[in-house]
């Protein structure tokens, strides 16, 4: 640590002394795929989500960290790089308000590939969606050993409890597929509620074997409370 040129210079040694970087760089990893248009209680997933984004945004201009966006469905939709300012933040925002997906489907596991290549320094990045997809344990595993990974899992109430409402048409918002039910069967609704929460116990299995802090976070509750107890855990 001798900065041996200040040292010849001056006949008396010259020591380095190194300051730990403080800056994080954080990225946002957002789903935009079609099943965000879906809600049944205060917001759709897609406001819980914006909302999510533009609190962790201004956190991070707070904290002078640089912040960038991923936006995803069944393909990388969007990139914007790490930058700092207002002027930043909000452009981020603008385009969580107004932007409309070519696609409709998901694919996290492309999202996190592209996450893995195009930022080189190890990053903070908060991976916002339902999880509505095929097995992306890989994909995740890698990315979380480059960077370091937070899941926000957004849900909604009734994608895990079917109402009693007699014969329903229901469409599924990714492949345009539609079913008629009769939700007034017991038998019925009891099946749909057990695929839920099998679906869900897979997704919080993937999230602890990749070592992935997570949180769910409803559209019918408040999101402040879980992410501090989040926060404070980590």
């Not at 040694?13 to 800056?23: C, I, L, Q, S």
């Not at 097995?135 to 909604?156: G, M, Q, R």
């Not at 329903?168 to 039910?181: C, T, Y």
Request: one cysteine or more; hydrophobic letters at 40%; charged letters at 30%.
């Amino acid at each position: 640590d001798i900065d041996w040129n200040v040292t010849a210079r001056f006949n008396k040694p010259f020591v380095k002394v190194f300051e730990e970087e403080r800056e994080l760089t954080v990225m946002l990893v957002i789903d935009v795929s079609a099943s965000r248009d879906f809600g049944t209680n205060i917001r759709l997933k897609k406001e819980l989500i914006t909302e999510i984004a533009a609190v962790l945004s201004f956190s991070a201009i707070q904290n002078n960290d640089k912040i960038g966006v991923l936006l995803f469905s069944d393909k990388v939709e969007m990139i914007i790089p790490p930058g700092k300012g207002r002027k930043h933040i909000l452009r981020i925002i603008r385009e969580l308000l107004g932007f409309e997906p070519q696609s409709q489907g998901t694919d996290i596991s492309g999202a996190l590939r592209q996450l893995t290549n195009i930022i080189k320094k190890r990053c903070t990045a908060f991976v916002i969606s339902d999880f509505i997809d095929k097995p992306f344990y890989e994909a995740l595993s890698i990315a979380n050993k480059k960077h370091d990974i937070i899941a926000l899992h957004v849900t909604d109430k009734r994608e895990f409890e079917l109402p009693n409402m007699g014969l329903l048409k229901i469409r599924d918002a990714e492949s345009g597929k539609e079913l008629w039910i009769d939700s007034s069967s017991k038998a019925i609704r009891e099946a749909y509620n057990k695929q839920s929460r099998v679906s869900d116990a897979r997704i919080n299995e993937t999230f602890k074997r990749c070592g992935v802090d997570s949180v769910k976070l409803s559209t019918d509750g408040d999101y402040i409370v879980p992410l501090m107890k989040l926060f404070k855990h980590r």
